[in-house]
């Protein structure tokens, strides 16, 4: 069983940073994939970056050059790096995880930026 535990979410202020973190359990986290995906209010969740096994990267285009993705296979960790942030950031974050065709997903952590 799969248990992925977000954390980092907060309010700040336009042109801010934040450090999301998601830790996972179970012992195939370096094969999987890893994955934030955001859903602000009304709208659909989207996929904000995503990285691989081997630590390939993509990311949308509206965070592109301003949000990092990572992850740490020794600590069981993937982190969401973001900077300059705008108010249209603002939504729940949310860690997937994909192994092979299963998807787990974490509780999801709440990220304001106001202006």
């Known amino acids: 069983q799969v248990q992925l535990v977000e954390s980092g979410g907060d309010l700040v202020q336009v042109g801010g940073s934040l450090r999301l973190s998601c830790a996972a359990s179970?012992?195939?986290?370096?094969?999987?994939?890893m994955a934030w995906y955001r859903q602000a209010p009304g709208k659909q969740r989207e996929l904000v970056a995503d990285?691989?096994?081997?630590?390939?990267?993509n990311y949308a285009d509206p965070v592109k050059g301003r949000f990092t993705i990572s992850r740490d296979n020794a600590k069981n960790m993937a982190y969401l790096q973001m900077t300059s942030l705008k108010p249209e950031d603002t939504a729940v974050y949310y860690c997937?995880?994909?192994?092979?065709?299963?998807?787990?997903w974490g509780q999801g952590t709440q990220v304001t930026v106001s202006s």
């Open positions: 997937n995880m994909r192994i092979l065709a299963t998807n787990y």
């Open positions: 179970g012992s195939r986290f370096r094969f999987s994939a």
């Open positions: 990285i691989n096994s081997g630590g390939s990267t």
